[in-house]
């Protein structure tokens, strides 16, 4: 064998599947084996090196943010400042290692994943059934299947006998599926529909199968499970948000210093003062507060969270959470309860019919071995008591006849053969039918009624059996071949219930700005009733063969414009979601089962249940501790109330910092002195910084949390632009009173401007903080106290010894009421100014 099998190996015919894996039905020798062992690699599932979590944690050093806050603490501590860079070195390890701790959750959820596969197999090897480790599987390998097995390779069936399979792993779907060997009908065929074929991971529910290994290790479809966990998640909006921020900060720092620094050497003054006052400059523009005030709001959030039944694994979700646009939701357990029921049995008119009821809570009960999800649905439905009827043989499932027959003794008269089974092949062994309280041949319009009322509930949605009966003699046994000249009595019609609730739910999202987006395993016919059931609008339903021959721009368009997707394979899911988020959208995902494990990892926010299996939770950033979408509406409102409150810190700091860095920029272009001395900049950095600490706990306007929020870097720039000369201009004002009527020396000067500096660059928090007027919208206890204490200090610390070691005189009264007046119109200029920048911006 020369290349593995690419193609969809079920479409092809059996004799060139063969052939092309240079296999027999008796199985490989002991030779070639070896031989393609050492060609294709060992059947499992690739650990990672040893040294990817040292490669990772390093690459979280490389954030533009980080380096630059790693560069402020070098400045702050050549500078003396031992303090404050021993704070920000702290912030910053603790922020790295936080995010390490979350990305090596992913090789968690690979290890789980190696868990799910079986250990060894029954092999054929020169012509003798052996047990061979799973690891030394090669395609072209013979395996036996039997109830019970986990299924340990991609395989194509040779043989098989009432064989069902499990294969939630793969398509989220709870019934097992029926399988046979042989062809399938011409044309292409999605994984989701592969009834020749077995895959890893999955189980044998019942029967027995003899297949061909096709595919092992990473190529299988449960390999590239694993490999799109193993991969890095791609950046989540936050990430990337602060990525575009720290790139913004730093081109913006690295003029800033470079023109300041080389224009105090061209007026001659002294190169290491000039040095640390640029340095002292970039510090001052550093928002080296954002990491921990990002993870004390997204803390805080996580806690509130916590009290609403839902567990935050990862903090950055929280932020994700209020920018999520799209929400790509399985349909199992999410929308609908998870449970087949039984919801209808009717005749062959559509009408309701007791006797449909009676007969098939009968064959059900009186069946022997394990029973099917749709008998456990039956039993569990009220019926009448049965428990007269005696059971005297019966014909079990198979294949080919797709049904499953029960000789019963009714309290009174004969014996009855009731028959369930396939609705198709239920028809064949009839020869008549109940209709109108009279047994009339099964022909002409009655056949046509009985189609018609076939096909419509099918598209409807729901799960049919066929119920039959017949009046039989009395023999010693009963076959097959009495399964003939039987009566339609009608059918049984299950389905998945939805969810209570759910409407309320998707209606609630709807409001909040999210659009939900269904993408499940099952059929397009249950998916369009579990979406009209729901209230959910569905344009149209693409299904995963119809995906595979669309491109990701266009998947992307269909998702946003109320597609649903069925039929599904794990990769195809994965691949929506990637389209989606290449597109620019924020994407959320909810799942629970192996096969969501990828989908989980790949969006913005992964929310699983606290009863999914290990790989899911292990992918999550999210565990809901009960599945409901409601309480993904409160993880919606966090968010957004998080990332305000981050955006009010990012915001303000930027832009008051840039004006007063501005300022001091120009002012030591034409000052015989520099305009503050690089020890006061650090503490006026450090009283700013430690006034904002409260901003997590701040309150945040109901119109602001009403529509999904995105990072905006343009946005911020242009704030900072705009406000930032204002705070400027307020500053030369300050520098004309300080050397026009009080005629400041040095000192006085530094003082004044410190002063001034500080008051106007914190209180502006008040005007910044709302969308709307900041004397209706009321602050947190907690910001206002902080904000006055950090004025108060400006304005005591120069009365102080603290404030004469600094270099600080005390201020005149008549200067602190003229800085009051500054401080108050300028207020008043940047609540004008934001209140037409945020109506531009569509904010207000």
Known sequence: ??????????????????????????????????????????????????????????????????????????????????????????IVLISVLLNF??????????????????????????????????????????????????????????????????????????????????????????????????????????????????????????????????????????????RRFGLMISRVIMLLVLFVFLVNIVFHRSPFQSF????????????????????????????????????????????????????????????????????????????????VLELITVNSSLEAGIKSPLDDAILRHQHPSIGSYQKVDEIPFDFTRKRLSVVAKPPQGDRILITKGAVESVFGVCTQVEAGGAVVPFDGPQREAAEATYKQLSSDGYRLLGVAVRLVGEQATYAAADEREMTLVGFAAFLDPPKEGVSEALEGLAQDGVRVVIMTGDNQYVTQKVARDVGLEVARIIVGAEMDRMDDAALAYHAEHNAAFAQVSPEQKNRVIRALRASGRVVGFVGDGINDAPSLHAADVGVSVANAVDVAKDAA????????????????????????????????????????????????????????????ILLNNLLYDTSQLSIPADRVDPGLLQRPKRWNV??????????????????????????????????????????????????????????????????????????????????????????????????????????????????????????????RHSVI
């Open 621 to 680: 950033n999210i565990i809901l501790l009960e599945k409901s979408l409601q309480v993904l509406h409160n993880g919606i409102v966090e968010g957004r109330r998080s990332f305000s409150n981050i955006m009010k810190y990012l915001i303000m700091g930027t832009s008051s910092n840039f004006g007063n860095m501005f300022s001091m920029a120009a002012a030591s272009l034409f000052l015989p002195f520099l305009p503050m001395l690089p020890t006061q």
């Open 714 to 839: 343009a946005f911020i720039r242009q704030f900072m632009v705009i406000i930032g000369p204002i705070s400027s201009l307020y500053d030369f004002m300050t520098f004309g009173v300080l050397l026009g009527p009080f005629r400041a020396n040095e000192v006085l000067f530094h003082t004044g401007w410190f002063v001034e500096s500080l008051a106007t660059q914190t209180l502006v928090v008040f005007v910044i903080r709302t969308s709307g007027n900041p004397l209706l919208s009321r602050p947190s206890r907690q910001l206002t106290g902080a904000v006055l204490a950090c004025v108060a200090a400006a304005v005591l610390i120069p009365y102080t010894r603290l404030g004469a070691y600094l270099g600080f005189v005390p201020v005149p009264g008549l200067l602190l009421l003229a800085i009051g007046v500054l401080t108050l119109t300028y207020l008043g200029v940047v609540q004008s100014v934001k209140t037409r920048f945020y109506r």
């Open 1 to 90: 064998m020369q290349k593995p099998i690419a193609e969809a190996f079920w479409d092809l015919p059996q004799d060139e599947l063969l052939a092309a894996l240079e296999a027999t039905p008796q199985g490989l020798t002991t030779a070639d084996a070896q031989a393609r062992l050492r060609q294709f690699g060992p059947n499992s599932l690739e650990r990672e090196s040893r040294y990817g979590a040292v490669l990772q944690l390093l690459r979280l050093f490389s954030n533009p943010l980080v380096l630059i806050l790693l560069f402020a603490s070098g400045v702050s501590l050549a500078t003396g400042g031992r303090v404050e860079a021993t704070i920000i070195v702290v």
């Open 276 to 355: 640390l006052f640029a340095v002292a400059l970039a510090v001052g523009l550093t928002p080296e507060l954002l990491p921990v005030i990002a993870s004390v709001t997204l803390a805080q959030g996580a806690r509130r969270m916590s009290e609403k039944k839902v567990i935050v694994k990862q903090l950055a979700a929280i932020e994700n959470f209020g920018s999520m646009e799209i929400l790509c939701s399985d349909k199992t357990g999410t929308l609908t309860e998870g449970e087949i029921v039984l919801d209808r049995y009717v005749d062959i008119h559509g009408q309701s019919e007791e006797r």
């Open 101 to 242: 701790h979350q990305e090596f959750q992913a090789r968690h959820a690979v290890e789980r994943l190696r868990a799910q596969v079986a250990s060894t197999a029954a092999v054929f090897r020169d012509g003798k059934e052996v047990e061979l480790p799973m690891a030394a599987l090669v395609p072209g390998d013979v395996v036996v299947l039997n109830a019970g097995d986990l299924v340990p390779a991609d395989a194509r069936l040779l043989e098989a006998k009432d064989l069902h399979v499990r294969e939630a792993a793969l398509t989220g779907e709870s019934l097992p599926t029926d399988k046979s060997a042989g062809d399938l009908t011409q044309g292409p065929h999605a994984i989701t529909e592969a009834a020749n074929a077995v895959f890893m991971g999955t189980s044998i529910e019942t029967g027995i199968a003899k297949a061909v290994v096709v595919r092992t290790g990473r190529a299988t479809a449960f390999g590239a499970i694993a490999a799109r966990l193993a991969e890095k998640a791609p950046e989540t909006e936050f990430d990337q948000g602060i």
